[in-house]
């Protein structure tokens, strides 16, 4: 390692700013989101009126349902039903 | 927070369903994947959100896929160039005003700063949590010394000799350090 001087220092810390807050707690709550997604569209695949219901208010149903409507859940289930 | 925790040791963690050590991992990387996007590769904010997400997001299906735990830096570090490279050739790049026509590529001057900075970055995590928290405030999130002070609730006048204190701190801190390559790349299956 080169010897580094403070104003060189001071240049590569400001080098990694944070990434977006959102990002990162999207990232984050992947595992949940994995986790709960492959639940849901289980049941919608065995639950007919559970599946309209997800197609009709997704936000909703899923707030019945106690699930948290994070973005990754959103848009992968909108992405899953697209075509339903 | 996992500053004393090595990167290895979260991948373990994470193998092992820790979700707190998910959590960890992408603090611990988010920083470096933004930059790689937004830096190295010039990618506008949301083909950048759009190639963090895939990044993670990959990097968590095939976790266990990565033949050492050691290797997750050049992992990540590759798959997010290449993640930038297929946006890239999709077509979306931040306009350059003055040279529209210049040739779609990494600026690796640009890659490899962020890598140095990346040792920097571990090396703070071995400062006392307020030197990293002052350095960070000031010179990564750009914050004035009068937010600084009330954030931290210090004197805002001791705020300057505080920073050139940790820096100096920093610089021992790398010096006491075995040299340590900082390319990324060379590794695996992403």
């Known amino acids: 390692m080169s010897a580094f001087d403070q104003d060189r220092l001071a240049e590569l810390i400001a080098t990694l700013p944070p990434a977006p807050e959102a990002w990162v707690r999207a990232a984050q709550e992947l595992p949940y989101a994995r986790e709960t997604l492959d639940g849901l569209v289980a049941r919608a695949e065995a639950d007919a009126e559970f599946r309209r219901a997800l197609i009709a208010d997704l936000e909703s149903a899923l707030q019945a349902e106690g699930v948290e409507p994070i973005e990754p859940i959103v848009s992968e289930l909108r992405r899953r039903f697209a075509d339903s | 927070m996992s500053e004393t925790v090595s990167a290895a040791e979260l991948v373990a963690r994470c193998r092992a369903g820790d979700q707190q050590a998910w959590a960890d991992l992408v603090e611990r990387f988010?920083?470096?994947?933004?930059?790689?996007?937004?830096?190295?590769?010039?990618?506008?904010?949301?083909?950048?959100?759009?190639?963090?997400?895939?990044?993670?997001?990959?990097?968590?299906?095939?976790?266990?896929?990565?033949?050492?735990?050691?290797?997750?830096?050049?992992?990540?570090?590759?798959?997010?160039?290449?993640?930038?490279?297929?946006?890239?050739?999709?077509?979306?790049?931040?306009?350059?005003?003055?040279?529209?026509?210049?040739?779609?590529?990494?600026?690796?001057?640009?890659?490899?700063?962020?890598?140095?900075?990346?040792?920097?970055?571990?090396?703070?995590?071995?400062?006392?949590?307020?030197?990293?928290?002052?350095?960070?405030?000031?010179?990564?999130?750009?914050?004035?010394?009068?937010?600084?002070?009330?954030?931290?609730?210090?004197?805002a006048g001791t705020i300057a000799s505080r920073i050139s204190r940790c820096l100096a701190k920093l610089r021992e801190e790398l010096e006491g350090r075995n040299p340590v390559s900082t390319q990324s790349g060379g590794q695996v299956n992403a």
């Open chain 2, 30 to 155: 988010s920083r470096y994947v933004y930059a790689i996007a937004v830096q190295g590769f010039r990618l506008r904010e949301h083909d950048a959100e759009d190639v963090f997400q895939e990044v993670f997001a990959r990097v968590y299906e095939r976790l266990d896929t990565l033949r050492s735990d050691e290797a997750i830096q050049p992992w990540i570090a590759q798959l997010t160039r290449r993640l930038c490279i297929d946006k890239l050739r999709s077509g979306s790049r931040e306009e350059v005003t003055d040279d529209p026509d210049a040739p779609i590529a990494a600026d690796d001057d640009a890659l490899a700063k962020v890598d140095e900075a990346l040792t920097i970055r571990e090396a703070m995590d071995a400062l006392p949590d307020n030197c990293r928290d002052i350095l960070d405030r000031f010179f990564a999130r750009d914050e004035s010394y009068r937010t600084i002070a009330e954030a931290l609730d210090l004197p």
